[in-house]
């Protein structure tokens, strides 16, 4: 052989607590758009393109931003075995319970979606449409992984039981061999009455696959050996990738649970997104397909809005439960 077959090992390492693909990750951005009803959807059209590119801002900003990581993931079996039910769902009370610097070691995922939703309510609020889109793809990208039984426990790549590499063969391979034959339609949003309750109901729902995610990869490595494995060529390279039949045995093993994240991902995006809107008072969004505010309009908004909100703390409970 003249030249010298480079083989590396693809495990996936860019993509290691990235949550989904790229290529996912952009898909229930989008089709997220599809559930709003007719008073949203204009706007979020309009923007479709930056809605979905945007889907992975939040991956680039862990490199540049500390604490933007442990927003990804939450390990909730850290806490012991039943923890998933028993954590705190609001942020003062886990912060009260565990202290702050524990639970950002093992990561703030469900309290960081709660912490959102508000700003993204306010972005309504105020009509400040950079931020309504910049926040609605954000959004996205959390509850999205969100929907990843990896992003919920310690062992999040398999590295505790042998399996390193499952992690990015879970969230992107499987997706991009198999997704096109995913059913996409998750019918139109609906009003969330809790948004905080909502995503601990995803974070359970997650973590109860963790256990069938790992175990069932375990059984069809033995099942087939070296045949897990095959070699595909990536522009100069030749990397190692989990073989067509392996991925497939998997994914059909899995009984579509990949296929069922992401629809639940894409519903309860929109849910979200409708929710916030809804709770800012549903303000005319068709005025913001066009429309730029001023620098100087958009901190009138904020003043206001901080106004508003010194206002209520005197006359109702504040709103508990928001990470910093
Ligand atoms: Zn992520």
Known sequence: MKTLLKVILFTGIFLLFSGWGFHAHRQINRLAVFTLPPEMIGFYKANLQYISEAAVNADRR????????????????????????????????AVEKFGEDTLKAYGILPWHLYT??????????????????????????YIADAHVPLHTTENYNGQLTGQEGIHAFWESRIPELFSTEYDYFVGKATYLENAQIAVWEAIVQSHREVDSVLSIEKRLSEQFGEQKYSFETKGKQTVRVYSYEFSKAYAE???????????????????????????AGQPDLKSLINYKPTEAELEQRRKELEAWKQQRIK??????????
């Open 315 to 324: 006359t109702r409970e504040h709103e508990s439960g928001t990470t910093p």
């Open 253 to 279: 093993a899995l009984n579509g649970m990949i296929e069922r994240q992401m629809r639940l991902a894409i519903k309860m995006l929109g849910d979200f997104w409708f929710t916030a809107w809804v709770d």
């Open 116 to 141: 959102m939703y508000f700003r993204l309510r306010d972005a309504f609020m105020v009509k400040d449409p950079s931020r309504i889109l910049s926040l609605s793809a954000d959004i996205g990208h």
């Open 62 to 93: 862990r490199f540049a931003v500390v604490e933007e990581a442990p927003r990804h993931y939450i390990d909730i079996d850290h806490y012991g075995d039943s923890a998933v039910y028993k954590m705190p769902r609001f942020w003062n009370d």
